[in-house]
Nanobody, 118 residues
Framework: QVQLVESGGGLVQPGGSLRLSCAAS????????MGWYRQAPGKQQRMLVA????????TYADSVKGRFTISRDNAKNTVYLQMSSLKPEDTAVYYC???????????WGQGTQVTVSS
């Protein structure tokens, strides 16, 4: 079973920065796409924040464009989410997701808490 382990969350002041990491137990080249989702307090749904394809092409939610950057390091089997100019509304549990559509499989990490507060 694939394991995705997130790290890098924490408490940060508005305007600050954090970098999240998602380390996979297998080669990330195996995945069609990987992404970061978040679930805000009191919300049921996980919302897409950013995704990156196997070719390295990234897509972003409108709310984070220009502030967040997704990247991947194939040698380390890790995907990153660099978050800057953080706002209180970015507070959420952030989850890493990995898709292997050719197997009909989607894997999730356990989540990492990001709290933006003064």
């Amino acid at each position: 079973q694939v394991q995705l382990v997130e790290s890098g969350g924490g408490l940060v002041q508005p305007g600050g920065s954090l970098r999240l990491s998602c380390a996979a137990s297998i080669s990330i080249s195996s995945f069609n796409a990987m992404g970061w989702y978040r679930q805000a307090p009191g919300k049921q749904q996980r919302m897409l924040v950013a995704a990156i394809s196997s070719s390295g092409s990234g897509t972003y939610a409108d709310s984070v464009k220009g502030r967040f950057t997704i990247s991947r390091d194939n040698a380390k089997n890790t995907v990153y989410l660099q978050m800057s100019s953080l706002k209180p509304e970015d507070t959420a549990v952030y989850y890493c997701r990995a898709d292997r559509s050719y197997l009909g499989r989607t894997d999730w990490g356990q989540g990492t808490q990001v709290t933006v507060s003064s």
